[in-house]
């Protein structure tokens, strides 16, 4: 079992920055691929980004350019660094580790973007 714990989301205005951390119960990221996904209101959840045990990040074209992914081994976390945002960035943001076919998601942390 995993547990996964996210943090850092709040409210932010248009163009500002947040970082959202995740947290593992124990050390995975040597095999697990971490990603981060989003759900906003009335809409699918979607993969937003990801990282891999070995080999390249990936970004949904939404987000391309502003967010970026990166994990510290030692502290067996994870993070998504969030910079212009945008309104459309509102959502339920959720942390998940995968291993084929084993996966865990986090409870999920709030971002909202409003002036």
Avoid: H
Wanted: aromatic letters at 12%.
């Amino acid at each position: 079992q995993v547990q996964l714990v996210e943090s850092g989301g709040g409210l932010v205005q248009p163009g500002g920055s947040l970082t959202l951390s995740c947290a593992a119960s124990r050390d995975i990221f040597s095999i697990y691929t971490m990603g981060w996904f989003r759900q906003a209101a009335g809409k699918q959840r979607e993969l937003v980004a990801r990282i891999p045990s070995g080999g390249s990040t990936f970004y949904a074209d939404s987000v391309k350019g502003r967010f970026t992914i990166s994990k510290d081994n030692a502290k067996n976390t994870v993070y998504l660094q969030m910079n212009s945002l945008k309104p459309e960035d509102t959502a339920v943001y959720y942390c998940r580790a995968t291993f084929g076919l084993s996966y865990y998601w986090g409870q999920g942390t709030q971002v909202t973007v409003s002036s």
